[in-house]
């Protein structure tokens, strides 16, 4: 079982949609989440970190996090074209400083 | 306020030559992580850097080397390449105390011919 888990995609949506990008992990001792953006032939950009259960809103972007379910999500609110790109899901096991265990990205397509 | 940075942006080398990448830091940040990522994969983890030892290390061989310098700067170096290494490599930075996220510079894609 990889350690962290998303679907590769494509995921396309319409401009002005919602995206939805889903991301689980298999070590329940794992203690924060990133999601980062990579733009192709770039390198991954931070998007949104979170630490507890619940939901983190900024603004089009909202991370959500069950831990029980083991289970990170990332919505993106009125999906433009700009938003095309991979977005990778990435846990932090230790907390402060430790490695980051990527999951291997989904792409995402919005479509005008 | 600088960004982290990394040089060169490319590079090609070689079967069984030798690379160095360099990695600067991002102001503020003592810590420098370093990962390989193959074309259509996350990124992996190789090691990581603090207070000028190696303080973590992934699956990688030991051709595969690195070291700190005083400034919190990083060097990657990788011995006898091969075909497989050909990727790119990323540096991320962070702070130890504080703030944990890792900031990533803009990679130096190497290829192995």
Known sequence: QKEV????????VPEGAIAS???????????????YRQYSGKSPELI????????KEDGRFTAQLNKASQYVSLLIRDSQPSDSA?????????GNTDKLIFGTGTRLQVFP | DAGVTQSPTHLIKTRGQQVTLRCSPKSGHDTVSWY??????????IFQYYEEEERQRGNFPDRF????????????????????????????SSRTSGEETQYFGPGTRLLVL
Do not use: K
């Open chain 1, 86 to 94: 991979t977005y990778l899901c990435a846990v932090n096991v230790y």
């Open chain 2, 36 to 45: 390989q990522q193959a074309l259509g994969q996350g990124p992996q983890f």
């Open chain 1, 48 to 55: 949104m970190s979170i630490y507890s259960n619940g939901d």
């Open chain 1, 21 to 35: 990008l889903n991301c689980t992990y298999s070590d329940r001792g794992s203690q924060s989440f990133f999601w």
């Open chain 1, 5 to 12: 888990e998303q679907n590769s995609g494509p995921l396309s």
């Open chain 2, 65 to 92: 080397s690195g070291h700190q310098f005083p400034n919190y700067s990083s060097e990657l170096n990788v011995n006898a390449l091969l075909l497989g290494d050909s990727a790119l490599y990323l540096c991320a």
